[in-house]
């Protein structure tokens, strides 16, 4: 049996996003504690995430290890995403995938 792909666990991904409610309007990345440079821009991982673009999200898996987890995006979202929990699933997502650490 093959891991399901990125596209086949969309129902999952949209969960964590209010089915797609994102507005895009960049209130997170303006609270985010990290430094500008270095911040996640959460609306363009979530596109990333519904749009099942596996390699794009890879190639931004540090900015998604660098976060800090403290929902400071998700209390401020007007949309009420739980951004943090979206990091979570690509965290997860990405070790077992692309570190090849399946959960037993």
């Known amino acids: ?45 979530l596109r990333l995430m519904h749009l099942g673009q596996r390699e794009e999200l890879i190639a931004r898996a540090d ?9 400071l995006c998700e209390e401020t979202c007007p949309a009420g995403v739980s951004i943090p929990e979206c990091v979570r699933y690509l965290r997860g997502f990405m070790n077992r995938h692309l570190h090849h650490l399946e959960k037993e």
């Open 1 to 45: 049996m093959t891991a399901p792909t990125m596209i086949e666990q969309r129902d999952e991904l949209l969960a964590f996003t209010n089915n797609g409610g994102c507005i895009n309007c960049g209130t997170c990345t303006a609270v985010c504690p990290l430094p500008k440079e270095n911040v996640m821009l959460p609306r363009h991982i």
């Open 63 to 71: 900015a998604i290890f660098s976060c800090l987890l403290c929902r």
